[in-house]
């Protein structure tokens, strides 16, 4: 599987963005996916992951009630919806997935991953 994120951007803390992740060479209907993020300096952190139907979330505590992650299958895509942006939402975002239902939290538990998006948050 390949993945392309796009969707990155300078935006205004407050401000909204949505990120895509499209995939290919397989359909995403197997798997579980994933964003996560790495802010300069910082290690790459957890930040939502959806189950392979879409049918389950799971969020960081930091983006919880800001941020949205989807998929369409039919369309072999996956989307991060992030408003009310902060400056300390600043990073790369990586799109990442693993075969099966259940998504993970940890990055060495993805198979595959995308190239990543800057998101830039001024203040």
């Given at each position: 599987v390949q993945l392309q994120a796009s969707?990155?951007?300078l935006v205004q803390?407050?401000?909204?963005?949505?990120l895509?992740?499209?995939?290919?060479?397989?359909?995403?209907?197997s798997y579980a996916m994933s964003w996560f993020r790495q802010a300069p300096g910082k290690e790459?952190?957890?930040?939502?992951?959806?189950?392979?139907?879409?049918?389950?979330?799971?969020?960081a505590d930091s983006v919880k009630g800001?941020?949205?992650?989807?998929?369409?299958?039919?369309?072999?895509t996956e989307y991060l919806q992030m408003s009310s942006l902060k400056s300390e939402d600043t990073a790369v975002y990586y799109c990442a997935g693993?075969?099966?239902?259940?998504?993970?939290?940890?990055a060495y538990?993805?198979?595959y991953w995308g190239q990543g998006t800057l998101v830039t948050v001024s203040s």
């Open positions: 969707g990155g951007g803390a407050g401000g909204s963005l949505r895509s992740c499209a995939a290919s060479g397989r359909t995403l209907g790459r952190e957890f930040v939502a992951t959806i189950s392979a139907s879409g049918s389950s979330t799971s969020y800001r941020f949205t992650i989807s998929r369409d299958n039919a369309k072999n693993r075969r099966g239902y259940s998504g993970r939290h940890y538990e993805y198979d």
